[in-house]
């Protein structure tokens, strides 16, 4: 691929932020009609328990109490990705919170009656909420898992003796990173709509092909079919995945034979719904006196939560992908996943990166001040270059990771230089530097394949209906395909629609995960439209147009003589040259790398310990920028939630288990008046696989950024961060203890 | 291991709610009588029914045409029951006669919640950590009890706010205002509150003082602090404030005063904060918040001064 | 005996049932009107994506009880200017300022009631104003440099 096109400035097409904007975008919640019957569950108020007996009768009595659901009518049933271990209603609860029974009733008020009624006996059992407890407890959680370890890595990589033996310094430390709730504005909401044996999935999840194929096994034993149509969805963030609320839905649904609907309040969707892995990790680094970065060293334990869903691909990612960022010699990490009574896990934006960059982004920033070399020259010496095969065997293509590096650098400097250090004795002020370093997709995921197809439709009104199970969540994937094909076909955009999701006339898509959708779409939109356009230079030759009529005048002549049905191609895309990963996590997962650099200065206010981010610089390699409006939204939300993660936002749970901070206001997710300016930075690289030289920026800007300002709190006051998040009671503790 | 019957976890929905909406006391107080719960803004209690299920049946409180009123005479100024607090804040007389309650009220929320949330409400939710608490106690306020026979009592806020979410209303009472005491010539008074988020937090600490000093605007004549979110309730820091009067307000003087006041307060260790953080926050704010509140004596004099 | 509530919503009267009086205003103005612009994000009064007008000052429909606002002007961002809407919105999208969206609906209706107010609040940052609408996709900047311009 080398169709090099210039860059495209400000807003492409904005057609769906506009209707956003309006207030006429519709989430799953919006569509449900009058008359819907509501669906509602008891959950379980212990960490670990089993279910001795439950007693519907109370609530069937209840007028306007419609069904109830039992975990017995779920038996054989379990969800995972790829591992199944999550019952849909448990008998025995592993988490506070845990869907025991369900109701479906006529209105709300008759479902908070039938709920409030039910009778469910509890046998106590002893819990787990953290690692270390899970590790030391007598009572597996499943019992495939004895001993509560769901499993093990190891990654083993170049001459480790020999590597060891270069080193001159280590450094080393061992880090603790919190879960944290995904926290999407959209609650959870799952609207079923029968249609004779039909069964509709209205649900605002991002991989609709995949719960399609998930689901449709399941109903197929009901006797039912099943389609997933995709709403609006109001945010994810990598939580909004198979769940038990759809499998509830789906079984009322077609119990009951109509529409029933299920929105979680906000304190339900946290208390069930999934988090960030919290991680402990002991990291050391070594590198010899002239700055070279020699081996590493990984030992870490996730938390898994009650149910697997992404923690094992987390957990492994979270091992090793970060090493690729430095030409390391040698590389050693094991990882163990281990079930606890928490929340269950899931992935969250960056996949574990977060966790191990919080880790090893401060240790490179310590060897730099043991060695005395500035950190930012530091990276640069070990950066990996482009045609790098790193010791994971990841195939380097475009690689603007230098050059991230030398933008910030200068930023930082100019900034130093117009706020020379001022004198304070209250605030003190510092900056920091980190990286990170992103994969386009995972060739892990699904083994049978990695690729993306997108269709082009001429609809018999004459629009153009790009179709796709690659979806929109905010990322602006819809205006993204609309600009590859309204440029392509030189057609106006307000000829064109798009349709994402909908698992009746879309083609199969694995979804918007793993920073894919831009690239793996976007190629596949430009390949649909190289066989449309071809589609319709055959059709004018037939219907006497020149070969060369412009595809508008086609597309018109198709319409007026009734030949619309002619005019339709299915683009796809699939790397070639990408690699399943061993056990280990070794192979090139990604057909591209997307790499990024990331600085701030912070103000610390000594007697509160109160961090203040003054100003963020992040510097990205993210390809050719297709939309600048849209990479900069992605990188100002990403380094946001990044600081959401490494300043406030954690799940609490006490020692039952209980989530002590179940809503907006305990949580702490930033508010405007949290906003940090943030510039950024993009590289001029180009990549050559990519759509128009394109590669991702959806998770690489969250990465990097607790331990850039770990390091800002560190060169400011002295102290180091290990835990997370740094709260301003940590950072007063640290600077009484260590200061 | 003993089987246990446990209570079920229920979804936070708002359960289905009784709502009467009277237009006089009279009425208001036969709801009260039947069993109904007050509202006033809602922001608390609505959130409360939700996640607990109850109160189901409530009264509101923003049909009594009174309840609605601010009335300033000379220094006393007396806040309705049924009064927003963004009416409140968004005063200029009130911010400068009550300026450390217009500080905690202006803080509360959001501009939304603000436009909901009532004084009163506030004060009757008795957190330790209510924003506008604080100030109230260094105004002086007392609230104004009614109960259905039309008797009225007036208790200072200090024992009118009992324990954490507890007051010393009687069944069948209600509050019907708040009535403050502003400030005089050279008073100042000013509120902080210490948050991890720069909005629509609760206060891990707060702290409200009031000042009044000698004619020579140098030697304080009389202080008062108020600790919030540090003790079961709002705390007096009267011993704190002691060592101001008759002394200027050098560092050492602040010190010594923020360092008592520390010592003073009850702390919890709880989710959002240990004891002894909180403590050193407290520490931390009187400092601030006294030359705040002494700020405003000088700087007002300056602008009498400049007209 | 009255068995109806009226509403003043969006300039026109609108009656709904008397067993609406103890709902949720979100779920009266979503679940009986149909206005489905109106979001819920939390139900707690922390998000800010229910915000509507009442009487001209915004409010969170999930804290509000229906039937306390009988007598009052309700507007939800269906009813809006339609100039504003459009300005409002060409300016979002050419900032950047809409991700998933589901908070817009919300800042939209803040957008329209500083756009009125003049010059009482006009002082006040947009971070201090807008604190009470949470978004999680975007980090708020181009959604202050869309209010900004829309100034
Ligand atoms: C998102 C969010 C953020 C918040 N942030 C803050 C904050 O920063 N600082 C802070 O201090 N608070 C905060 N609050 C709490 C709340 O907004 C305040 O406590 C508010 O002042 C309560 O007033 P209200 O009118 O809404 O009271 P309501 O909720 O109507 O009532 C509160 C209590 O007072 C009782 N009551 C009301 N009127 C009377 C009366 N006349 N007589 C007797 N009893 C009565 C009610 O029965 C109830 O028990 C927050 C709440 C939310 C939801
Ligand atoms: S839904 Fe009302 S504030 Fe969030
Ligand atoms: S755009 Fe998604 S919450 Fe604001």
Redo the contacts between chains.
């Keep these: 691929m080398s169709e090099i096109q210039p860059p495209v400035q ?2 492409v097409s ?1 057609t ?12 799953a ?2 569509l449900i009609l ?1 008359g819907t019957v509501l669906v ?7 960490a670990h ?1 089993r279910v ?1 007996s439950i007693d519907t009768k109370p609530a069937l009595e209840i007028p306007g109490v419609l069904a109830v659901l039992t975990p017995a009518d779920f038996d054989g049933i379990e969800l995972g990705h790829p591992d199944t271990d999550e019952p849909v209603l448990t008998r025995v609860a592993r988490y ?2 845990e869907a025991v029974v369900a109701v479906a009733a006529s209105d ?2 008759s ?2 009656r039938g ?2 009624a ?8 002893p819990h787990a909420c953290s690692v270390a407890d899970a590790l030391t407890l007598d009572q597996p959680l499943h019992a495939a898992y004895p001993d509560n370890v769901v499993r093990r890595f190891n990654a083993k990589r170049g001459d480790w003796q020999a590597a060891e033996q270069r080193v001159s310094t280590w450094v080393s430390g061992t880090f603790q990173t919190q879960a944290v709730p995904h ?5 959870r909401a799952t609207l079923v709509r029968v249609n004779g044996e039909l069964l509709e999935l209205v649900t605002g999840s991002h991989f609709p092909s995949v719960l399609a194929e998930t689901y449709r096994e399941i109903v197929a034993g009901w006797g039912a079919q099943l389609e997933v149509v995709t709403p ?4 994810s ?1 990598g939580a909004k995945w198979e769940h038990p609320t759809h499998l509830i839905c789906l079984a009322f649904a077609h119990r009951l034979g109509c529409d029933v609907a299920m ?6 969707d946290m ?1 069930a719904g999934r988090t960030r892995l919290a991680m402990r990790i002991q990291m050391r680094i070594g590198a010899t006196d002239d700055g070279e970065l020699v081996a590493k060293e990984t030992v870490l334990w996730a938390d898994n939560g009650a149910y697997s869903a992404h923690g094992p691909a987390v957990t492994l990612a979270a091992a090793i992908r970060m090493d690729n960022l430095y030409r390391f010699s040698a590389l050693n990490a094991k990882a163990q996943l281990v079930y606890t009574n928490n929340i269950p896990s899931e992935c969250f934006r960056g996949f574990g990166s977060p966790q191990s960059a919080f880790a090893q982004e401060q240790l490179i920033d310590e060897l730099a001040e043991r060695l005395g070399i500035d950190p930012i020259e530091l990276r640069r010496r070990n950066a990996v270059r482009a045609g790098d095969t790193t010791l994971h065997g990841w195939q380097v293509g475009s690689c603007g990771f230098t050059e991230c590096l030398d933008a910030i650098q200068q930023r930082v400097q100019a900034h130093q230089h117009e706020n020379p250090p001022s004198i304070n004795s209250r605030y003190r002020f510092g900056y920091g530097v980190a990286a990170g370093t992103h994969g386009i997709s995972n060739r892990g995921y699904d083994r049978r394949f990695d690729r993306a197809l997108l269709s082009l439709v001429l609809a018999p009104d004459g629009m153009l209906c790009i179709e796709s199970g690659e979806v929109e ?4 994937t819809v205006d993204l395909f609309g600009a590859i094909v309204a440029e392509r076909l030189k057609l106006d955009r307000e000829r064109i629609r798009v349709v994402l999701g909908d698992t009746a006339t879309v083609p199969y898509g694995l979804g918007c995960f793993a920073s894919r959708t831009a690239f793996f779409g976007g190629r596949a939109a430009l390949d649909a439209s190289r066989q449309f356009a071809r589609a319709c230079s055959h059709l004018a030759i037939e219907i006497g147009l020149p070969a060369k009529a412009s595809i508008a005048t086609v597309i018109d002549t198709a319409v007026a003589v009734g030949r619309t049905t002619e005019l339709r191609a299915t683009g796809r895309y699939e790397p070639k040259h990408v690699t399943l990963p061993d056990e280990s996590g070794y192979g090139n997962t990604s057909p591209a790398y997307t790499f990024g650099a990331h600085a701030c200065c912070v103000r610390i206010d000594i ?2 310990g ?1 961090t203040n981010v003054v100003h963020y610089w992040a510097a990205h390699d993210t390809g050719r920028v297709l939309n600048l ?2 990479a ?2 992605q990188v ?6 990044g600081l959401g993660f490494a ?2 936002e954690t799940t ?1 749970v ?1 020692n039952h288990g209980r989530l ?2 179940p ?4 949580d ?11 510039e950024c930075i993009f590289t001029s690289t180009f990549e050559q696989e990519g759509p128009n030289g394109a590669k991702s920026i959806a998770e690489p800007p969250i990465i990097p950024v607790a331990a850039c300002v770990a390091n800002a709190i560190h060169n400011a006051t002295g102290t180091r961060q290990r835990r997370l998040p740094m ?3 940590r950072i ?2 640290s600077l009484h203890t260590e200061g | 291991m003993m089987p246990t019957v446990s209570p079920v976890l229920r979804p936070s929905y708002l359960p289905p709610v009784e709502l009467h909406r009277p237009n006089d006391l009279g009425e208001l107080f036969a709801c009260v009588a039947a069993g109904a719960c007050p509202l006033a803004g809602g922001t608390d209690l609505v959130v409360w029914a939700s996640q607990r299920g109850e109160p189901r049946q409530l009264a509101w409180t923003g049909g009594i045409d009174e309840w609605h009123i601010v009335d300033i005479s000379g220094q006393q100024v007396r806040i309705g029951a049924a009064v927003p607090l963004s009416r409140i804040a968004r005063s200029g007389e009130l911010r400068s006669l009550i300026s450390a309650v217009i500080e905690g009220a202006s803080v509360v929320g959001s501009v939304q919640l603000r436009n909901q949330a009532t004084l009163v409400g506030n004060v009757c939710t008795a957190s330790p950590g209510g924003d506008t608490l604080p100030g109230l106690y260094v105004h002086d306020a007392m609230v104004d009890v009614v109960n259905a026979a039309g008797s009225r009592r007036s208790i200072k806020i200090s024992e009118f706010i009992c324990a954490p979410g507890k007051t010393n209303l009687a069944p069948g009472e209600l509050v019907a205002g708040v009535t403050v005491r502003g400030l005089g010539p050279l008073e100042g008074s000013a509120f902080c509150r210490f948050t991890q988020r720069n909005a629509l937090d609760l206060a891990l600490a707060s702290v409200a003082a009031r000042v009044r000093f000698e004619s020579d605007e140098q030697t304080v004549a009389q202080a008062s602090i108020a600790l919030g979110a540090v003790g079961p309730t709002v705390l007096d820091a009267g011993q704190a404030a002691a060592l101001l009067v008759g002394r200027t307000l050098e560092p050492t003087q602040l010190r010594e005063c923020a360092n008592l006041a520390a010592e003073c307060c009850q702390p919890i260790t709880d989710h959002r904060a240990s004891a002894d953080y909180r403590r050193q926050l407290v520490r931390a704010l009187t400092e601030e918040i006294v030359l705040a509140a002494a700020k405003q004596v000088t700087a007002g004099c300056a602008s009498v001064e400049a007209s | 005996m009255k068995t109806q509530l009226t509403l003043r919503v969006n300039g026109a009267p609108r009656d709904v049932p008397l067993s609406f009086v103890g709902r949720r205003l979100l779920d009266t103005l979503r679940l009986e009107l149909g206005l489905m612009g109106v979001k819920e994000g939390c139900g707690e009064g922390d998000c800010g994506a229910c915000t509507v007008l009442i009487d001209g000052e915004p409010m969170c429909s999930c804290l509000l009880l229906t039937g306390v606002v009988e007598k009052c002007e309700i507007t939800t961002i269906e009813g809006l200017p339609a100039a504003f809407l459009t300005r409002f919105s060409a300016i979002c999208a050419e900032y950047g300022a809409v991700q998933c969206g589901y908070c817009t609906p919300g800042i939209a209706v803040m957008a329209a009631w500083l756009h009125a107010g003049g010059t009482e609040l006009g002082d006040q940052p947009i971070s201090k104003l807008f604190a009470g609408n949470l978004c999680r996709c975007t980090g708020y900047q181009q959604i202050i440099e869309a209010l900004t311009a829309l100034r």
């Design positions: 400000g807003p904005a769906r932020a506009t209707e956003r904007a309006r207030g006429l975008a519709r989430y919640a919006d009058p509602g569950v008891a959950r379980s108020p212990h328990a001795i506070v919170g709300q008020d479902l908070l709920i409030e039910l009778h469910i006996d509890y046998q106590v059992l926290a999407y504005l959209e609650p609006d969805i109001g945010g963030f929105v979680l309040p906000r304190r339900d208390i969540i905010g990322c602006g007697v509160t109160l409006q849209r900069r939204g100002v939300g990403g380094v946001h939630q300043l406030a609490l006490d002590q901070n809503g907006y206001l305990d702490r997710v930033a508010t405007f008046a949290d906003a940090v300016p943030v709260t301003p009671e007063w503790r």
